[in-house]
């Protein structure tokens, strides 16, 4: 039997992440289970991108898209050349610890879909010492809570997975939820989500990252629920817990940044939604991140 | 009542005869009549049974203008409302039937018009100004579709046997597929036993469009919006809605009777019946010469409580010569035993009636399982750590295990022994002829080891995860609703009275019934110990008290002793002789084993060899002597 790596195509979506798409790169050449390919699609980046992926000349595919088309469309255009019977995928500011493929592979077969924990990068790749390790508990609670640390870098889903449920999704409005929903469509269809309980790649917090920006979660993640809502495929409690969890998210990261308004207004909502012990967890949530936001420690810096 | 079959294509004609032979393979689903409708690309045919509108309504049937064809298997049963209403929008009809309502309403709506039929059915409409070809399944899935799809054509039809005769659909394996037969005793849609052929999931429409199509799911039952009213009200509700499914059902233009087993949903539906019908209503009951599952005196009861014309038939069952037959006819591998009884059934009755009422569908939608009561009970248990729950497991592993396998303690015994897992695990796990830890030692390394291994779980995920209920006990009868009902219960009724040409209809799976039971609280459906407790409580004066006591069997078959005794050689010649050709899929160790322990009554072994002979028998009559 070949290498179970030989199975794998790696697809890596970036645009305008020149400082940080070389390591991402290099994090997969380094594998010690070596994936089948890898295809690098290069969303329109318009800084020195291009420049930079040529140096790796043939190890990796590049594709460019004529337009922007965000995330989840870029890594459907990946997938869709991709030759193995199944995906995995990294963001181009994350990297891969040199063990993933084969630590994860040899826990989880490629026939069924995976994602591992990670460890918080900063922005010159250095470990913060902080994990993130998905729970183990039942597919629904992975879904409602861990809502941005099973981190597509960490994915690894069959083909036959991927395309039933028709890849990620890719309206602008979804980007940036486009990875928890693409896990929730995976769990309807009946694809047993495995959980790695290892941190086994690196997710860098930077100012330019995504989960950064309170008006990114505010736009998507909101947007996500209301998806799930009219999906109604969904136990109207665990919407609720799912709106619940994603408001104070959102007024999490205004409060810390002593944004009070509309930190009040998503507060508001948070309290509103949910059953009694959501609705206690985020009084815990918010009343920390208060303190973080009125004493000024751990304010992250602007974008 | 039919069965249909047709072929659309973009790019090289349609094989000339094509559409005869596949209506051939299939007559016996409607042994009255044949239509072919032919146009350039696209070819439709129907065996008709027929049962509504004698004379004028053989089919294909078409719009004013000709340009939509339309074959139907299947009853529309608020055709009436449904023509009145299309003629007040100047529809002119030619025919008195059913099938014509799909034309016209095709014509206004498009295949929206799946939203507005009430009825069981599958069926074909075929649009020549489009060039589209739209094909639907009743909202539960009680009438069959199955379909082939190459790059520019697609072919369907209601049996499996009669889409394979279709030269351009490859007949391989799907080994998959195999891995979910062996697991439940069926195989789920959209797959199929073949690789190329596809089974069309009830409550879905799909539309094939100048070469290319698109599936969707129009309907799915709501469990979120729940009554408030008092047992009196529902109760009252709830009778009303059954009378009003039983008398939409009674309409007939031929005999029409019911299968009645002496359990409480066959006999409400009997009780129905006699309400609305001026002369005795006949019924039609089924025994074995094994005493232990003899339900007849039960349902001799309720029908001389009901005055009605009671039949009963004892048989000695022949189940080496009818097995085979049943196996050609449904095509797929298929293990629930109570085929067996139900076509006897089914075939006996046709000698009186056309038409036969049925109690299906209670149970799933008024939670009439054990698996009900009992998950329900140990529901609570998910929110305890799996630290705690673990060591419960693992006692309850080390319990003795009773030799029949049956009963309240070696049923308690499994459930405490699945305390450990997830819900959805858990449920899966008592659905299964083998578990998944069976199957991995069941199955010989290579064929485990193929595509898709992930596929048997999936089936239970998919229906448990997508399930939108806050109860638990609506989650479990929404998986039963969309998973066990239309791929087991569904698929052997239909098999059972095709092979006779005897059709089934069943009043409990009438939307109006089921969206009521999907709206009703968990307590009015079980309390501690009782199933289907508002239904018993709204029948109870109509029935004899001791119908709504009894304990559930259905027609149920001795399987246990018929592999001890009379089947004893056959099973062993047909799993372990050389012609075994499923040998390759298991390890002939495993299944020694398995009959070893069976034959000396150490445990009860007999659903998985039954699945397993089924296997093989499917094999010998089907899948040989169509690669030949």
Redesign the interface.
């Known amino acids: 039997m070949s290498a179970p790596g030989q199975s794998v195509s790696v697809v890596i979506p970036t645009h305008n992440r020149a400082p940080f798409v070389g390591e991402a790169i290099s994090s997969v050449l380094a594998q010690r289970e070596r994936p089948r390919e890898v295809i690098v699609v290069d969303d329109c980046s318009e800084d020195e991108t291009p420049e930079l992926l040529k140096r790796f000349g043939d190890s990796i595919r590049v594709i460019r898209t004529e337009a922007n088309v965000e995330r989840g469309a870029a890594r459907n255009l990946g997938a869709a050349l991709a030759t193995g019977e199944a995906l995995a995928f990294l963001d181009s500011d994350d990297v891969w610890d040199t063990g993933k493929l084969r630590r994860q592979l040899a826990a989880v077969p490629p026939s069924a879909p995976s994602i591992t924990g990670v460890r918080l990068i900063g922005t010159a790749g250095r470990d913060t010492g902080r994990r993130r390790i998905p729970a183990r508990r039942s597919d629904r609670e992975i879904l409602i809570d861990n809502y941005c640390f099973a981190s597509p870098s960490t994915m690894v889903v069959p083909k036959l997975a991927f395309e039933e449920v028709g890849g990620f999704p890719v309206q602008r409005r979804y980007q940036g939820s486009e990875d928890w929903m693409f896990l929730v469509k995976l769990l309807w269809a009946g694809w047993p989500v495995k959980v790695v309980r290892e941190a086994l790649a690196g997710y860098r917090l930077h100012p330019g990252g995504w989960t950064q920006q309170p008006e990114n979660l505010e736009r998507s993640m909101w947007a996500a629920c209301q998806w799930l809502e009219e999906q109604r495929l969904s136990p109207p409690r665990f919407v609720a817990a799912r709106r619940n969890w994603v408001a104070t998210a959102i007024a999490c990261a205004y409060l810390v940044r002593a944004e009070w308004s509309p930190a009040r207004h998503w507060s508001g909502i948070a309290v509103t939604h949910g059953g009694p012990a959501d609705r206690l967890r985020s009084c815990r949530r918010l009343a920390k991140s208060t303190a973080r936001g009125v004493t000024g420690l751990w304010r992250p810096a602007p974008a | 009542m039919c069965g249909i079959a047709g072929k659309v294509s973009e790019g090289e004609p349609i094989a000339p005869g094509l559409i005869e032979a596949m209506c051939e393979r299939q007559a016996h689903r409607g042994p009255d009549s044949r239509g072919v409708h032919r146009a350039p690309g696209a070819e439709l045919g129907v065996q008709r049974l027929r049962v509504i509108d004698l004379d004028t309504g053989d089919q294909p049937i078409y719009s004013e203008d000709r340009s939509v064809a339309v074959i139907l298997n299947g009853e529309i049963y608020n055709f009436r409302e449904l023509r009145r209403e299309l003629e007040r929008r100047g529809h002119r009809f030619a025919t008195k039937g059913d099938t014509e309502v799909i034309a016209h309403l095709y014509e206004e709506h498009g295949a929206e018009l799946v939203h507005r039929l009430d009825g069981m059915f599958a069926f074909a409409v075929w649009d020549a100004r489009r060039r589209s070809l739209l094909l639907a399944r009743d909202r539960v899935g009680k009438k069959p579709l199955f379909y082939a799809e190459g790059d520019d054509w697609l072919s369907f039809a209601s049996e499996l046997g009669a889409l394979t005769s279709d030269d351009s659909i490859a007949r391989a394996l799907d080994p998959a597929s195999i891995q979910c037969y062996l697991a439940y005793g069926y195989i789920p849609a959209p797959w199929s036993v073949w690789r190329d052929v596809r089974k069309l999931p009830p409550a879905h429409l799909l539309v094939w469009e100048r070469g290319r199509s698109r599936i969707e799911r129009y309907w ?1 039952l ?1 469990y ?1 919006r729940k009554r408030g009213e008092s047992p009196r009200e529902l109760e009252e509700e709830l009778r009303r809605r059954v009378g009003a499914a039983v008398r939409r059902r009674m309409v007939a233009d031929v005999p029409v009777g019911v299968f009645l087993s002496g359990g409480v949903d066959s006999s409400i539906v009997a009780a129905e019946m006699a309400a609305a019908s001026g002369q005795p209503v006949k019924t039609f009951s089924i025994g074995f010469e094994d005493g232990r599952y003899d339900e007849l005196p039960r349902a001799r009861a309720v029908a001389r409580h009901l005055g009605a014309d009671h039949h009963e038939f004892v048989v000695k069952p022949d189940a080496i010569s009818i097995l085979p037959k049943l196996v050609r006819h449904y095509g797929e591998p298929f293990a629930d035993s109570s085929a067996l009884p139900s076509f006897y059934l089914a075939e006996l009755t046709r000698r009186q009636v056309t038409v036969a009422l049925n109690g299906d569908g209670g149970d799933e939608s008024f939670a009439g399982y054990l698996r009900h009561v009992a998950n329900r009970a140990v529901a609570p248990i ?1 929110r305890v750590s799996h630290r705690l729950r673990r060591p419960v497991a693992s006692a309850a592993g080390r319990l003795p295990a009773g030799a029949d396998g049956r009963g309240i303690p070696s049923y308690a015994r499994r459930l405490l022994q699945s305390v450990d897992l ?3 695990d858990r449920y899966t796990d008592h659905v299964s002829v083998f578990t998944a830890a069976e199957l991995d030692r069941l199955l010989a390394p290579g064929f485990r080891d193929g595509a ?3 596929r048997p ?14 109860s638990s006990l609506d ?1 479990l009868l929404s998986v039963d609703v969309n998973a066990y009902l239309p791929y087991d219960l569904l698929v052997k009724m239909d098999i059972a009275t095709m092979a006779a040409s005897l059709e089934a209809r069943s009043p409990l799976l009438d939307r109006g019934v089921m969206e009521f039971a999907a709206s009703l609280p968990a307590r009015s459906k079980v309390s501690l110990f009782r199933k289907k407790w508002l239904l018993r409580r709204a029948y109870r004066d109509r029935l004899p008290a001791k119908t709504m006591r009894g304990r559930k069997q259905g027609f149920a078959v001795p399987l246990d002793s018929w592999l001890r005794h009379e089947l004893r050689d056959y099973v062993r010649e047909a799993l372990l002789g050389p012609t075994a050709l499923t040998r390759s899929y298991v390890s002939p160790a495993a299944v020694e084993t398995m009959l070893g322990e069976h034959l000396a009554g150490r445990a009860d072994r007999s659903a998985k060899l039954w699945s397993l002979l089924m296997l093989e028998l499917w094999h010998q009559s089907v899948a040989t002597p169509a690669r030949a």
């Open positions: 799915s709501d979120s998910d997830d819900g959805v898709d291994p992930t779980r999936r089936v239970i995920r998919r229906a448990w995860y997508t399930a939108a209920c806050d989650q």
